[in-house]
């Protein structure tokens, strides 16, 4: 590597001192700048014709070059500074569009949770009103009660229990033909209806409605020459259990018409449990 006090041979010695001060700050500023000190110093002692060996031109020129450059890695220095800090602001205004948006999905989390339990309200309030139509419709389908049935054989009719002999309807089986009675299957209001006709010439029939071998109700038929009819209709509040059966109060036969035709009738139904 070249140094400068090596180098530098001047014929005039008036100027040594000044030339030797030059080579001295053109030495510092192109070590601090950067530069390749060997090629310039080559330069700046290139040999003229008149034996001097610094070109005083060349080095201000040098000197101004120099400054120019300073003054343009300033200028790049203060554009690095500038894209610096635009990419700090760049980064916080990312870092608060980030935490606003955390924000608005924490918001939106709480308000669905919100919903959800919202909606799970009305969904067990639904199955709730499902289950009660349910059971309601089922209870309603199981309680479903009536029942009908009429004298064939006159035989029957002297018992103090009439047995209605032959049944049509019997729809949760309430009625028994063995018994003559009718058991509630269910605890309701029910309406019963009976229809007599006496035994021509044998006399009138007097029918009576039992609940529980208590008295609710009668029905008549007056003795005539041809067969008289009678009907009754009550509409009794039963508990489970209790029985509704058709009593005879006297000994008279009822009309049958050996068995072809429904005169004599026992029917109920319930009408609300």
Request: charged share 25%; aromatic share 8%; net charge positive.
């Amino acid at each position: 590597m070249f140094v400068p006090g090596t180098l530098i041979s001047i014929r005039n010695k008036k100027f040594r001192k000044v030339t030797t001060i030059f080579c001295l700050i053109a030495t510092i500023l192109i070590a601090v700048e950067g530069i390749n000190v060997e090629d310039n110093l080559r330069k700046l002692t290139a040999k003229r014709h008149d034996g001097t060996c610094i070109d005083m031109g060349f080095l201000v020129s040098f000197l101004a070059d120099m400054k120019s450059e300073r003054r343009e890695q300033k200028k790049q220095y203060d554009r690095m500074e500038q894209l610096v800090n635009e990419l700090s602001k760049k980064s916080a205004k990312l870092q608060q569009q980030s935490y606003t948006t955390k924000q608005s999905v924490k918001d939106l989390r709480t308000k669905l949770q919100a919903e959800l339990a919202v909606i799970k309200k009305l969904t067990d309030k639904i199955l709730s009103v499902f289950i009660y139509l349910f059971i309601y419709l089922f209870t309603t389908r199981t309680t479903n009660v009536a029942f009908y049935s009429w004298l064939a054989n006159e035989n029957t009719a002297h018992s103090r229990v009439i047995k209605y002999d032959r049944v049509v309807t019997n729809i949760g089986n309430g009625y028994s033909v063995s018994t003559g009675r009718f058991v509630a299957p269910v605890s309701g209001t029910y309406a019963f209806s009976v229809t007599v006709s006496d035994k021509s010439g044998v006399g009138p029939a007097h029918l009576d409605i039992m609940k529980n071998d208590i008295e609710v109700g009668a029905v008549r038929s007056e003795k005539t020459v041809d067969m008289d009819l009678g009907s009754q209709t009550v509409v009794l509040s039963l508990k489970a259990s209790d029985n509704v059966y058709i009593k005879n109060r006297g000994n008279h036969g009822l009309h049958s018409h050996r068995g072809r035709y429904a005169i004599n009738t026992f029917s109920g139904f319930l009408i609300r449990s």
